[in-house]
């Protein structure tokens, strides 16, 4: 049976990339067939699986210069029963693509905000006065580009060739290690893997309403390699914690930690464990 794996499109978006790399090797791994399906949006590209009309989603979660990416947790903490099955990590490499012939005539510049951030340093040296405009994807602004030959989109070199856009500069991203974590989201509860992700909201905001399930984890040796919070959005100064521990579902100690957690958190949602699968294997 052929799987459908949902990404951010349209085409050519580092999601995408990630899309077809996990699809290779599921292809070259386990022989499975698969069907990429593009969406809009990181919030469609994950209701589509919780809504059945694909089998798995690719999405970009925490980049190595920009951190986390907001909405992906944020559709997470909403959607429920979305399990991480497997984490992949892509270099992005930036490039400013256009049909102007130089610099100085660009006016506009549209991407993905994560992108434009990703950039942005190198923007203010070359590009100091230009509008920039964020889009839903990388692509998305490669298309908006197509009649304007004053305006610019950032977007990976893959995207050139798809598009028939020129590349005017390359490598325009402000860390030459620029690289971005993705996870590959489905239903089938994911308990094996080195790596668990959770997240909960603290009963009160009250002194040691986060220290004390951090405890939890330090006090059994169990390694957290991040802590992110978001707003719950019900009022200001009221915050969500997203932790990924070192640790697998699987050991005595992260259930044990797990069942402790109840009486410091008001809602706890556990994302899976799941294996981080190495570039050269891609
Ligand atoms: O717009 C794209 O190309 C995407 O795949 C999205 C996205 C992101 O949201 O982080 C993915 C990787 C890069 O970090 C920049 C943008």
Redesign the pocket.
């Known amino acids: 049976m052929t799987i459908a794996i949902a990404h951010?499109g349209p085409t050519g978006?580092?999601?995408e990339t990630a899309a077809l790399a996990y699809a290779s090797w599921l292809t070259k791994k386990k022989g499975q067939e698969t069907l990429l399906s593009p969406y809009p949006s990181?919030a469609q590209t994950l209701r589509s699986v919780v809504h059945k009309k694909v089998d798995l989603a690719v999405v970009?979660v925490e980049?190595s210069t920009e951190g986390s990416?907001a909405i992906t947790l944020d559709t997470l903490w909403e959607l429920d029963r979305l399990q991480i099955q497997q984490e992949l990590v892509l270099p992005?490499s930036h490039a400013l693509l256009s049909h102007s012939k130089s610099l100085s005539q660009i006016k506009t510049v549209y991407s993905?905000p994560?992108?434009l951030a990703?950039c942005q340093k190198w923007l203010e040296g070359f590009l100091p006065s230009v509008q920039l405009i964020p889009t839903n994807?990388?692509?998305e602004a490669v298309q908006q580009i197509s009649q304007d030959p004053q305006a610019g989109a950032i977007?990976?070199p893959r995207a050139s060739k798809l598009y028939d856009v020129p590349i005017l500069a390359a490598d325009i991203n402000d860390y030459p290690d620029n690289c971005?974590r993705f996870w590959v989201m489905g239903l089938t509860p994911s308990t094996s893997g080195n790596r668990t992700s959770i997240a909960f909201s603290v009963p009160a905001n009250v002194p040691g309403a986060l220290v004390k399930p951090l405890q939890v984890f330090a006090q059994r040796g169990i390694n957290l390699s991040r802590i992110e919070s978001r707003p719950t959005k019900r009022s200001l100064g009221e915050y969500l914690f997203f932790l990924d521990l070192e640790a697998s579902a699987t050991e005595t100690s992260t259930q044990e930690a797990l069942a402790e957690l109840s009486p410091y958190t008001e809602v706890l949602k556990i994302f899976g464990s799941y294996d981080v699968l190495p570039i050269s294997t891609l």
């Open positions: 951010l978006t580092n999601a990181i970009p980049n990416v992005i993905h994560q992108a990703q994807s990388t692509t977007a990976a971005t």
